[in-house]
């Protein structure tokens, strides 16, 4: 009879093993680092669901969450392998589903079916760093190249200005060293032999365009031709175009090119060129980062509570 009553103790903890139930002390630092993210104490999150994973690697929701973190983070590798964890060990769970279709950018990604309220989950919304399209990140060295000129613009070297603006900019957002060359990927001395390094160039061009129309304060009684009450306004009308190519240097190959077109009309009349060349700038920049960088996200995912 001792016997028996011995083992009884035994097939318990043998059951709670095969049935694959999380103790409480799971359950607790899961939770514990949903409330560290609710927070921002990010780190806090990864060291308790990291422990959970070394003592129980099954845990989908440990994995789910530590994809999330790593997303926050700007660690897009780490994140994908664990969201395959976690669609692994929970393929039914509409949440990881969801949370994964989010960050592979599926365009037909739905949102996650399933009743909150009684699935032990919660909803945040997470700042996630951009990821450049062109892997930015693998280049030591920007070198950028003047510009070339369209056409002429009287009393401004419209390439030279526009280089030094870009190369001054791209040292506030890119790691590496920023460098400028006068001299284009084509020609025979270009940086085209530089290791670790990517080559900007292309043409920039600026028109100016007086612009006038007809203003009539009111419609004289005698009919709608009386066309001395009707005077000329004017304003200046200025087009930006701006064409880039994006070269690694030590292979010469091409990784991006992109095209854009800024529009500003000025009340003044006598607006200079160099005035709205400095007024397009910051767009010109935001488009240019935002190309090669990539942008900054704010989305929603879901971490599970057990």
């Known amino acids: 009879m001792a016997r028996k009553s011995a083992l009884v103790p035994a097939l318990i903890l043998m059951a709670v093993g095969l049935c694959g139930c999380r103790s ?27 422990k959970v994973l070394a003592e129980d690697g099954s845990s989908a929701a440990a994995h789910n969450n530590l994809a999330v973190a790593y997303e926050k983070k700007g660690l897009r590798e780490e994140a994908r392998k664990e ?21 592979m950018r599926s365009p037909e990604a739905p949102a996650a079916e399933g009743a909150p309220g009684r699935h032990p989950v919660q909803r945040i919304t997470i700042d996630i760093p951009p990821t450049s399209p062109v892997g930015i990140e693998r280049y030591r060295e920007f070198v950028v190249t003047e ?31 920023v460098s400028r060359s006068d001299l ?10 530089l290791k670790d390094a990517v080559v900007l160039a292309g043409t920039v061009g600026l028109v100016r365009e007086p612009q006038k129309a007809l203003r009539q304060p009111g419609i004289p009684a005698d009919g709608p031709f ?6 000329f306004a004017e304003r200046t009308r200025f087009v930006l175009t701006f064409g880039y190519l994006l070269v690694d240097a030590a ?19 006598q607006q200079t060129s160099e005035f709205a060349l400095f007024d397009f700038l910051p767009a010109v920049k935001a488009k240019l980062v935002a190309a090669i960088f990539g942008k900054r996200s704010v989305e929603e995912r879901y971490l599970l509570l057990r």
Not at 184 to 193: E, F, H, L, R
Not at 226 to 231: I, K, M
Not at 258 to 266: H, N, W
């Open 83 to 103: 969201y395959e964890s976690a669609l692994r060990l929970g393929p039914a769970d509409p949440f990881v589903d969801d949370n994964f279709k989010r960050f």
């Open 251 to 269: 292979t010469g190959r091409s990784i991006q090119k992109g095209d854009f077109k800024e529009t500003r009309i000025f009340p003044d009349v």
């Open 24 to 50: 409480p002390a799971g359950r607790g630092d899961i939770r514990l680092g949903v409330s560290a993210s609710q927070n921002d104490l990010w780190d806090e999150a990864i060291a308790r669901w990291i």
């Open 184 to 193: 284009a990927p084509s020609q025979k001395d270009a940086p085209g032999g």
């Open 147 to 177: 510009f070339a000129e369209a056409a002429p613009v009287p009393d401004l070297n419209l390439g030279r200005t526009f280089s030094e603006y870009l190369e001054t900019e791209l040292r506030r957002v890119f790691k590496g060293t």
């Open 226 to 231: 009386n066309l001395e009450n009707r005077v």
